[in-house]
């Protein structure tokens, strides 16, 4: 008996989003980046390809650290006194991009200015040569007024810039538009608002091969299972054909990873046999990352090297 | 949903008029400005009035061809007129508008579909007209399958149509045709696509366009994945796309008519 043929066969795929500009290109970045293009579901290669592997962006701030662990401080030393040396440890222990968060343009958390926010980003950019992303501190007015001069410092890097809400896009756009970035598009853990904010975007003029969608990430217990299904849902809706809802994701698994006290707790903190902190952590953080892939996800945003290097192995070992 | 446009055809005045002075623009307004509306077929069909049908059938789906490859529906009761357009649509997607579930319908088109390797609709009628019953629609409708099957015509490239009344013709047919839809879609796996003839069903009436939009979402819920209409009636389109939402074939957002046109 003839066993029927039962591969899907997609009439869409994930756009490919390019981040990074070589000097060819304009930049200064030593390699550019390609996130998406899948035509298939996640690792499922009898159906599909996955033509650029998932990346990994190491979390870099603007301040020092507020409230990391030691398990997380300790690898990076006094680097993080310096977000340019703090992006260069991230270098040498394997990211694929450095993701800048601004949090101390926040006014609860130093209100810095919009010039030295600029200054940190220029001072990273010349310190490494992976491709950017930079991320505002969820204050909308404030993120407005610095992502102009960040957006113009990066001129013709090509980077990732964050991030476009459905109430506060404009700006984001503008900047992107004048200085040739790539733009995330963020939602709350509500897939029509992310179709939504991706539609403003695109009748703003904004190309939708330079958009990254976040849907917002929620760890295990802060909501992963929401984060994951809509996550699969808009891989479903793109690989069936929905243009709107094409394009690569991000996810911040370092993040919310370490806000669980499975990683943040120590060890004199937690019950014994949750292990010793210094797996714990990194661990939490590696299955959150894993648990998103398999949804669909191009750029992870990590924090610790050793979360980094095993999700490095575990994606060569899925492709 | 697929949609046929089904505007350039000789019984239109506009069209008719520039069939007879051999005018190509009207023509090729009507083919991009229906493309434009949301059309995946340009139905062609060349009117009862046309003397050289077989001609003017040439001469239509080459002026169209001058402004767009996008596929054609060669709509004609007459073999001859279909062989022509068939051929000068060479080499291009197209669909047969149609065959009838006679035997010797049958097997005279479906070698042609098989020919052109082309889309073919299915009437569910035959040499005793149009079946009242759900049954007999759905006999027919076997019947077309088969000889598909048969023709190495694969089911993604075959139309079967339960053929719509007017609602004042005979008010039972409209619910028969809902139900005859769904009997359709049991027929294989993957089933045919099903289409109608949606102006048909207010053929003669009042309220044209309401009767239309209504009809089409009733048997959109029913199953019906394709339909000959108009899709410059903007109203009738939205229509569409909302009972698409409403059967779950995309995701919602606030401008969603607007993410479905883009």
């Known amino acids: ?319 | 949903m697929i949609i046929v446009g089904e505007r350039i055809n000789g019984m239109f005045k506009d069209i008719r008029r520039a069939i007879r002075k051999k005018d190509k623009g009207p023509v090729q307004e009507m083919a991009l400005r229906q493309l434009e509306a949301g059309a995946d077929y340009l139905d062609i069909n060349v009117g009862p009035a046309s003397a050289d049908k077989a001609g003017t059938m040439v001469w239509l789906v080459e002026t169209v061809r001058e402004v767009t490859d996008a596929p054609l529906a060669i709509d004609s009761p007459n073999l001859e007129a279909m062989r022509a357009g068939l051929e000068a649509c060479k080499g291009s997607e197209v669909m047969i508008n149609s065959t009838t579930g006679k035997q010797e319908d049958l097997e005279a088109y479906m070698p042609l579909a098989q020919e052109y390797d082309a889309s073919i609709v299915g009437l569910t009628m035959d040499e005793n007209g149009i079946p009242g019953d759900v049954n007999g629609r759905t006999e027919i409708a076997l019947k077309i399958l088969a000889s598909a099957m048969e023709h190495g015509i694969p089911t993604d490239k075959l139309f079967i149509d339960p053929v719509i009344l007017p609602v004042n013709a005979d008010q039972r047919q409209p619910a028969n045709v809902m139900k005859a839809i769904g009997e359709f879609k049991l027929l294989s796996d993957p089933p045919p696509h099903i289409i109608v003839g949606l102006s048909n069903i207010s053929q003669g009436t009042k309220q044209r366009p309401l009767i239309n939009r209504t009809y089409l979402v009733m048997c959109m819920a029913h199953g019906l994945d394709a339909a000959i209409l108009d899709p410059l009636d903007r109203e009738l389109m939205d229509a569409m796309i909302t009972a698409e939402l409403l059967l779950n074939k995309f995701i919602y957002c606030d401008s969603f008519l607007e993410a479905y046109r883009r």
């Not at chain 1, 993701?99 to 010039?115: M, R, T």
């Not at chain 1, 501190?137 to 090509?158: I, M, T």
């Not at chain 1, 793109?238 to 990873?257: F, Q």
Request: net charge negative; with cysteine.
């Open chain 1, 1 to 319: 008996m003839q066993i029927p043929d039962a591969l899907e066969r997609w009439s869409g795929k994930v756009q490919t989003v390019r981040i990074g500009a070589t000097q060819e290109e304009g930049g200064t970045r030593s390699k550019v980046v390609e996130v998406g293009g899948e035509t298939g579901l996640p690792f499922l290669k009898f159906e599909g390809e996955t033509p650029n592997p998932p990346v990994v962006a190491m979390e870099v701030w603007d301040i020092p650290p507020i409230d990391w662990p030691e398990v997380l401080t300790e690898p990076f030393g006094d680097a993080l006194e310096d977000p340019a040396k703090w992006a260069k440890k991230c270098e040498e222990f394997g990211a694929d991009m450095i993701c800048i968060k601004l949090v101390g343009i926040h006014p609860d958390f130093g209100d810095a200015s919009p010039e030295q926010a600029r200054d940190v980003v220029r001072r990273v950019a010349d310190t490494v040569s992976l491709p950017l992303i930079v991320w505002g501190c969820d204050e909308d007015e404030k993120d407005n007024e610095v992502f102009p001069a960040c957006s113009e410092a990066l001129s013709g890097e090509r980077c990732l810039l964050g991030t476009a809400k459905e109430d506060n896009y404009r700006t984001l756009v503008a900047c992107c538009q004048a200085d040739g970035h790539n733009l995330i598009t963020e939602a709350p853990l509500d897939i029509n608002i992310q179709k939504q904010v991706n539609i403003l975007v695109m009748d703003a003029g904004f190309p939708p091969d330079r958009i990254v969608m976040y849907p917002t990430t929620g760890g295990l217990g802060y909501g992963i299972e929401y984060a994951y299904s809509i996550h699969e849902r808009s891989r479903l809706a793109a690989l069936g054909g929905d243009r709107i809802m094409a394009m690569p994701v991000i996810a911040l698994p370092g993040p919310e990873a370490w806000r669980a006290k499975e990683a943040k707790g120590t060890d004199e903190e937690v019950p014994a046999n949750w292990g010793p902190q210094m797996e714990r952590g990194p661990m939490w953080e590696f299955i959150t990352a894993t648990t998103l892939l398999q949804a669909g996800t191009d750029i992870l945003v990590m924090r610790h090297p050793k979360a980094v290097r095993e999700l490095k192995k575990f994606v060569e070992k899925l492709l």
